[in-house]
């Protein structure tokens, strides 16, 4: 098996390892049904259609309703849980629909009922709830921006959960006196509750004046829509409700669990690599920062390991996980990790017997139809003798044209989970050209 197809059997392992139906059935067998009333079923998220059907399978006609939003494309074969496909990264009506029909919903459940919640990454932009006077363009808009600024989720979920009717615990309030059950498919470093899909059941540590300095901190609040600004401004000054917090008596039948995280994916390819015969490295399972600067460190760790002062020996596959981010100050196409991918080839350029692959779990990365990509010491000077000058595709975010251009491409379509990104880095002891 060359390293190319080594990487790629890790990446593989590791998605069948975030596999929802195992992780959904496992903890609905700690979850009762109510011996009276209704279950209701609800959720959002890319990974929360496969969901919706693993509830289906185990609790079949004993679900009363349900609606769920997904990405496009990320249906599944549900019966009694409708599934509407909305946008994502970008928030649309088909959202802000779906939003309203599962608000109405969960607001009709009774004491005696079960709200059974799904979330998972992207459930913020999937169901829109702007509040007014916030309209959905105005959420549009301040999310564009928050992402091209290159604000971590954790700064975009804050922002928009202060410009909603549903996240930030909100969903939690409307579900109300109901028993709610929420099962969380983890896509943020360290899992945050309040973080997932900006925690529609979870309580909210941010605040209005947060939301606002996140803001002044990009350089926005003279950019970002007026009413996003008098909405945060008003609730800054306490003249809106806050988001419910740690100790609201509405939290008491409430339940959030975690059933998957990025351990799950880190774990399984380091077993699949160990497996290849390739001493695996676990660098961290919290991976951020600037997707070109995380690349340069990855390469300069295994640069060490085959000089043999690094933490492991040749052969070895180092293993990171985590969501890196991108400034965009370009025009191009990509993701982050095709931009990862892209400034690790230049790093590596000339290496012998080096292979990186970088995806995300959801078979989405940024506004393409890309998982993510694979290159190696050769990547650059092949894209060069192809009249592609990678050095200012990086400088103007436009990974994606290079890597097609090399049939470097990782295209796994919808995968049904989403688990954070997984960053692979192999090598055996070449020598360097």
Avoid at 88 to 106: M, S, Y
Avoid at 164 to 181: D, M
Avoid at 355 to 380: F, R
Wanted: proline share 6%.
């Amino acid at each position: 098996m060359t390293l190319r197809e080594s990487a790629r059997s890790i990446f593989d392992a590791a998605l069948a390892a975030g596999d929802v139906r195992p992780l959904v059935s496992r903890a609905l067998a700690d979850i009762a049904p109510p011996d009276r009333g209704r279950v209701l079923v609800v959720g959002a998220g890319k990974a929360s259609g496969a969901m919706a059907d693993a509830v289906e399978e185990a609790w079949g006609d004993r679900i009363t309703d349900g609606l769920v939003a997904v990405k496009d494309g990320y249906l599944a074969p549900t019966r009694r849980v409708r599934l509407v496909e909305a946008g994502h990264p970008i928030p649309d009506e088909r959202g802000a629909q779906a939003a309203r029909e599962i608000r109405a919903l969960v607001e009709s459940a009774e004491g005696d009922d079960l709200v059974l919640v799904l979330v998972s990454g992207g459930g913020s932009a999937l169901t829109p709830a702007p509040a007014p006077p916030v309209t959905l363009a105005d959420k549009r808009a301040v999310t564009r921006f928050l992402l091209a600024a290159g604000a971590t989720i954790n700064q975009l979920n804050a922002v928009r959960k202060h410009c909603s009717l549903l996240k930030g615990g909100q969903l939690a309030r409307a579900a109300a006196p109901a028993r709610v059950e929420a099962l969380l498919l983890s896509d943020v470093v360290g899992d945050p509750l309040d973080v997932i899909a900006s925690g529609p059941t979870t309580p909210d540590d941010s605040t209005f004046a947060e939301a606002l300095g996140i803001l002044d901190d990009f350089g926005l609040r003279d950019r970002a829509p007026a009413a996003v600004i008098l909405r945060l401004e008003r609730g800054a000054r306490g003249e809106i409700p806050e988001t419910p917090k740690r100790g609201d008596p509405l939290f008491a039948r409430v339940r959030n669990t975690v059933i998957g995280n990025n351990a799950l994916v880190v774990d399984a390819a380091a077993a699949r690599a160990r497996a290849l015969s390739l001493t695996p490295y676990v660098l961290t399972r919290a991976f951020e920062g600037e997707a070109r600067e995380a690349a340069s460190g990855f390469v300069e760790l295994a640069r060490a390991i085959r000089a043999g002062t690094g933490p492991v020996a040749a052969p070895a596959c180092v293993i990171a996980g985590g969501e890196t981010t991108v400034s965009v100050r370009g025009r191009g196409s990509g993701g982050r990790c095709q931009e990862f991918a892209l400034a690790a080839a230049l790093a590596m350029e000339g290496m012998e017997d080096w292979v990186l692959l970088a995806a995300g779990t959801d078979g989405t990365d940024g506004p393409t139809d890309a998982a993510g990509a694979i290159a190696d010491g050769k990547s650059a000077a092949r894209a060069r003798a192809q009249g592609v000058d990678p050095p200012a595709r990086l400088a103007d975010n436009d990974s994606n044209p290079v890597f097609a251009r090399l049939d470097d491409l990782i295209v796994t379509g919808p995968t049904n989970t989403n688990l954070l990104d997984l960053y692979l880095l192999l090598l055996r002891s070449g020598s360097r050209k």
